[in-house]
């Protein structure tokens, strides 16, 4: 042990012999700095420690008057308002560690906190405080003092309880420490202690460097020098030496890394940035090509490759202008050279139709790519979006507000002429003449009132609204709206006919929007069946219409097996139909016939109506987590039918929503092929 103290004591004297007198003589004055301002920082330490103790014993003394000057007269009267009250000051701040309450003898009645265990312990040990005997005399300077916790330090503070100038006990409290003042005493005594490390172990390792000769660290560098310029980037000079010299081989080492670095991560680096970027153009919805200043396909994305038919080619390298159908070539050749060329700099967009490869409308967007400094034009970005199904809604809007425009307009006009003729010729009329213009007029206003209703409700079924369902005795709906269609049936001469199955179940539904659908469907049969023709309105239970699959009802399962009586969460269903012998809908017009606006236009009927009829029944019907069908044959008649969940006895409205809300979730979409639809609607008995 003693030999090695010897070795290492040579050691450091053989290094202190190598330094110069200017080394030797730096050291000493940074000892000697180092020195005075480490008892400097550390005798303003304690003053600051001092003085937060001293601000602690004040803070706690006034505290504890305070304190008692309020406690006091509750020590007679209401010691439960007087603990409530300790309880509320000891929750409103966090600067007391501790309250206790003893009286005249020191026996502790009252702490906080205080263990809930120790409260329902009938063997809780008496505690007292002993103080001194001429303690209670001065009242105006209570007994502090200091003491250290495994919590940290804490000022206990002992004040006497004087009401009416008796003495009742005594009041103690322990106080915290100010946080900030104890932070930052001991934050600047670590760093004190740590600036004064630092500064002798930077001496010490200047001094240590400095004693090295600078002759190996010179020929180290030469030869790095001529690997560097010879194309060795691997070279690297290892010598542990500080100052200037340490700085310049530092930066050697760093330039070797950074131009090694640079050789052999380039390439990658680039590839994994075009990577990327072209994970990120391929997940994009919008089909995205990047040109080149030349037209040529630098990237194009999957979506892109669809709507132009590039799939399965490669395109890459290839003049854009080549591959372009001839309607988006026609457009954008030009605007492309001129952003090429620097004359167009904001860019360009166009609305383009193409026929193939696929029927779609597009908007196509030209944008200019520059470099770093923005000045010069490096490529086209061009973006190509789908706008089919927004020109198709655009135009259906237009449509719509044309429909709209009519069926308000005519009306109008009627209303406003017969009113005009009323009011300047109504005493030239005879009576019946002015009640025929009154009807009319009245007939017209209840044209508008239907139209914008019929609106109105579209727009409400289409909203987030939701509706609170119940059982529905199906038989009161269609009751009340074959009795509204009644007389208009009557007049036309088209036989109304009702077949609800007896001891129908209630199903799940909503009886206003129910009797809507009823409506809207009856109304559309009685205006499309001529008179002599029938309008029937079905309601059965799917499982018994697969026993009696021999019924009238042609509409009924073929063979019982096919019938789905139950879904996949037990609910079973009843099925409604309305049927007429009609003129039929062909089958072109039979996917669209439950889009909003969509009329059909045949050689019987004008255009009348708006088209929103049957999308309100869609709408309504799919609330009730179904789907409407229909099924039709131009010139002898036309079925609409949809199936209702039967109402569950006993179950809640949430447990009903959230089952048929998982049915909606994965059976919705093949309602059509779960269930049988009507074979025909030639009969109706």
């Known amino acids: 042990m003693f030999a090695f103290l010897r070795q290492i004591r040579a050691t450091v004297a053989s290094w202190w012999s190598e330094f110069t007198l200017q080394t030797k003589l730096m050291a000493a004055a940074t000892l000697v700095v180092s020195l005075i301002m480490s008892g400097l920082t550390f005798w303003a330490v304690n003053t600051i420690q001092e003085d937060a103790r001293l601000g602690d014993t004040r803070f706690g003394r006034d505290l504890g008057l305070l304190l008692a000057a309020n406690v006091a007269p509750l020590i007679d009267e209401n010691r439960t308002e007087l603990a409530r009250f300790s309880h509320r000051f000891y929750s409103s701040t966090s600067s007391i560690r501790y309250m206790l309450y003893a009286d005249a003898e020191g026996n ?83 760093v004190t202690i740590a600036v004064f490390v630092s500064i002798w172990v930077m001496v010490i390792l200047g001094a240590v460097f400095n004693a090295l000769t600078i002759t190996k660290p010179i020929k180290e560098l030469l030869v790095g020098v001529k690997n560097i310029s010879s194309g060795n980037f691997k070279q690297r000079v290892d010598l542990p030496l500080g100052g200037e010299l340490g700085e310049l081989i530092g930066s050697f080492n760093e330039m070797a890394e950074k131009l090694e670095r640079y050789e052999e991560q380039n390439i990658e680096e680039l590839t994994a940035e075009k990577a990327k970027l072209e994970t990120l153009v391929s997940t994009i919805a919008d089909g995205a090509v990047l040109l080149d200043i030349e037209m040529q396909i630098v990237l194009v994305n999957p979506t892109a490759r669809r709507l132009f038919g590039w799939e399965g080619e490669t395109v890459e390298g290839v003049n854009l202008l080549r591959l372009l159908p001839s309607p988006v070539q026609a457009e954008i050749t030009r605007p492309l050279y001129q952003i090429a060329k620097g004359e167009l700099r904001e860019g360009a967009e166009f609305r383009i139709t193409l026929k193939e490869p696929l029927d779609r409308t597009v908007r196509i967007l030209l944008t200019t790519v520059l470099d770093v400094s923005r000045e010069n034009v490096k490529g086209i970005a061009m973006t190509v979006q789908d706008i089919t199904r927004e020109a198709e809604l655009n135009e259906a809007k237009s449509q719509f507000i044309s429909n709209v425009s009519h069926e308000l307009r005519t009306p109008l006009f009627n209303i406003k002429s017969f009113i005009e003729t009323l009011h300047e010729y109504g005493e030239d009329l005879s009576l019946d003449e002015q009640r025929e213009f009154l009807e009319t007029a009245n007939r017209e206003t209840d044209r508008l009132t239907r139209l914008v209703n019929d609106v109105l409700d579209l727009s409400k079924l289409e909203s987030f609204k939701l509706y609170n369902f119940e059982a529905v005795d199906l038989a009161q709906p269609i009751e009340q709206t074959l009795r509204t269609y009644r007389l208009n049936a009557r007049d036309k001469g088209i036989e109304l006919i009702q077949e609800i199955e007896p001891n129908l179940p209630p199903v799940l539904g909503h009886y206003d929007l129910l009797l809507q659908v009823f409506t809207n469907l009856v109304g559309n049969a009685l205006k499309f069946t001529e008179t002599g023709g029938k309008v029937a309105l079905r309601a059965y239970l799917l499982d018994s219409a697969a026993q009696n699959h021999q019924a009238k009802s042609p509409f009924l399962c073929p063979p019982p097996e096919s019938c789905v009586t139950e879904d996949a969460l037990g609910f079973r269903h009843v099925r409604i139909e309305v049927a007429d012998t009609g003129i039929g809908i062909d089958t072109d017009d039979q996917y669209a016939i439950f889009d909003r606006f969509f009329r059909v236009e045949n050689r019987v009927h004008t255009l009348e109506g708006t088209g929103l009829g049957l999308s309100i029944v869609r709408n309504i019907i799919e609330k009730h987590s179904s789907r409407a069908h229909l099924v039709s044959e131009p010139g002898v008649g036309t079925t609409f039918w949809f199936d209702l969940r039967v109402f569950q006895e006993g179950a809640s409205a949430d447990e009903v929503a959230r089952r048929a809300q998982q049915q909606d979730d994965h059976s919705l979409a093949s309602t059509s092929e779960a269930t049988t639809e009507p074979q025909t609607s030639l009969v109706i008995t």
């Open 108 to 190: 502790i009645f009252f702490g906080i906190p205080f263990s809930e265990s120790e409260v329902q312990n009938s063997l809780t040990i008496r505690r007292k405080i002993h103080l001194p005997d001429n303690y209670a005399e001065d009242t105006e300077a209570p007994m502090v003092r200091q003491h250290m916790t495994p919590d940290g330090e804490v000022t206990d503070v002992f004040v006497p309880l004087i009401n009416g100038g008796v003495y009742k006990g005594v009041l103690a409290i322990g106080t915290n420490p100010n946080p900030t003042v104890v932070t930052s005493s001991h934050l600047t005594r670590d």
